[in-house]
């Protein structure tokens, strides 16, 4: 089990850019693999992007893609989101997450265990 907390969140103007990060507890971090998710007002949470434990592979949800890009630093058991271009429609609280899933339920929200109490991002047209 490891408890996370996202920081880095704020208020930007569409097309501007924001790093997310997350902090973690627990020395076995780098054994999970770790993701974002995020919740619009009114919306269901969705699946932004991950990346694994073994081989660093990163997955994305399509509307985010070539946009976003989440990298990781086992030595300080921390995980970013790197936001660029950013829209109106990437509003949202962002939350970050860690578990164990297999490759093909990687964006799947039941699967991961451990989640941070999320961080607020508002892009203002």
């Known amino acids: 089990q490891v408890q996370l907390q996202e920081s880095g969140g704020g208020l930007v103007q569409a097309g501007n850019s924001l790093t997310l990060s997350c902090a973690a507890s627990g020395r076995t971090f780098g054994t999970y693999t770790v993701a974002w998710f995020r919740q619009a007002p009114g919306k269901e949470r969705e699946f932004v992007a991950a990346?694994?434990?073994?081989?660093?592979?990163?997955v994305y949800a399509d509307s985010v893609k070539g946009r976003f890009t989440i990298s990781r630093d086992n030595t300080k058991n921390t995980q970013y989101l790197q936001m660029n271009s950013l829209e109106p429609e990437d509003t949202a609280v962002y939350y970050c997450?860690?578990?164990?899933?297999?490759?093909?339920?990687?964006?799947?929200?039941?699967?991961?265990?451990?989640w941070g109490q999320g961080t607020q991002v508002s892009v203002a047209a």
């Open positions: 990346i694994r434990a073994i081989g660093g592979t990163t």
């Open positions: 997450a860690a578990g164990k899933p297999i490759l093909s339920a990687i964006r799947t929200e039941s699967i991961y265990n451990d």
